[in-house]
């Protein structure tokens, strides 16, 4: 007993995690989060029962290879503030959400999906600004939306960062060519690029560091980091992709597998990113990117009659850093 405890002192010391000025830093797509049980927030979405709701604050303190809870986590499709506070309660965490949120008490079968971040009251992080980079909200043939991306101005040991969740439209994860492409949703995907290479653009010119975490919704290691939405993003010529020479972000994972049991028989590249400032990238803590996987017996223990599973079809995923 007592060598199982000093090992596990020792395991703690050992931990990057241990420094009190490294930060963890998540993403996490909660599949259609609302605050209501049983409550179906889209028909296709999922509905969840209390045990639900629990499981899911466990698996927010088991971010990271030695399962602690996230200081700032990138969070999407979440229906609503009440929803969001009941994985992160307001006692504990700052809840940013994307300004479009204007409705946290939607009909059944109503309301939207929206960006939003969370951090830990405790970890020193405080907010400065939010300014939204509204202009990723592209309306389709139908006037459906796309999420705005929810971009905080954070401020931490005296040292201010930005620090964005976005949410990018599905359904063209790996198409190359996209300013050629017949399909709406690829369409609608390569219409993203421009605000969003335009505010990193920005970002680079004030020389402010950021961080943009979240679902991408793009297979971005798959695609070798080549291509029209990698190489604009990255500040170089869409219509030249091999130019590109020194790209603007780091992206995290860099060659980690998905595995994430909830969305296994898809795809095992990611689509949940971390992207750094490449200017920054001494940040990053060596070897802590992790991919929180849930558990066989998590999942079968939210799995519902309809085969839907309350926990979420994305498992979150973190990065450590230490700001200097």
Not at 32 to 48: A, I
Not at 136 to 165: C, M
């Amino acid at each position: 007993m007592r060598f199982a405890m000093l090992a596990a002192a020792f395991v703690v010391l050992m931990s990057p995690t241990a420094n009190a000025d490294v930060l963890r830093i998540g993403a996490w797509n909660i599949q259609n989060l609302h605050h209501d049980e049983d409550h179906e927030l889209f028909p296709w979405g999922t509905s969840r029962t209390q045990d639900d709701y629990d499981l899911l604050v466990k698996y927010r303190d088991l971010f990271g290879r030695d399962g602690r809870a996230p200081d700032v986590v990138a969070l999407q499709e979440i229906g609503t503030l009440e929803a969001a506070e009941r994985i992160f309660p307001p006692s504990d965490y700052q809840i940013v959400m994307s300004s479009r949120h204007d409705d946290d008490n939607a009909p059944v079968h109503g309301g939207d999906i929206f960006t939003a971040v969370a951090i830990k009251r405790d970890s020193g992080v405080t907010v400065a600004l939010q300014d939204d980079i509204m202009d990723l909200v592209v309306l389709d043939s139908e006037n459906n939306p796309t999420r705005a991306g929810t971009a905080v101005l954070l401020e931490h040991s005296g040292i201010q960062f930005w620090f964005v969740s976005v949410h990018l439209k599905s359904s063209c994860s790996s198409q190359r060519d996209l300013q050629n492409s017949g399909s709406e949703d690829c369409q609608i995907f390569w219409k993203q690029s421009e605000p969003l290479a335009s505010w990193i653009a920005e970002r680079d010119a004030d020389n402010v560091p950021f961080i943009i975490a979240g679902d991408f919704n793009r297979r971005f290691r798959q695609l070798q980091f080549k291509g029209e939405f990698w190489t604009r993003i990255n500040g170089g010529d869409p219509n030249q992709p091999a130019d590109l020479d020194e790209p603007f972000m780091v992206a995290h994972p860099e060659n980690v597998t998905r595995k994430c049991p909830t969305r296994l028989g898809r795809s095992v590249e990611p689509i949940d990113w971390i992207l750094m400032d490449a200017r920054v990238v001494d940040w990053f803590v060596d070897g802590s990117f992790w991919e929180r996987r849930f558990s066989r017996p998590d999942i079968e223990a939210s799995r519902e009659a309809d085969n839907a599973v309350g926990l979420s079809d994305h498992c979150p995923i973190s990065i450590d850093i230490d700001i200097r």
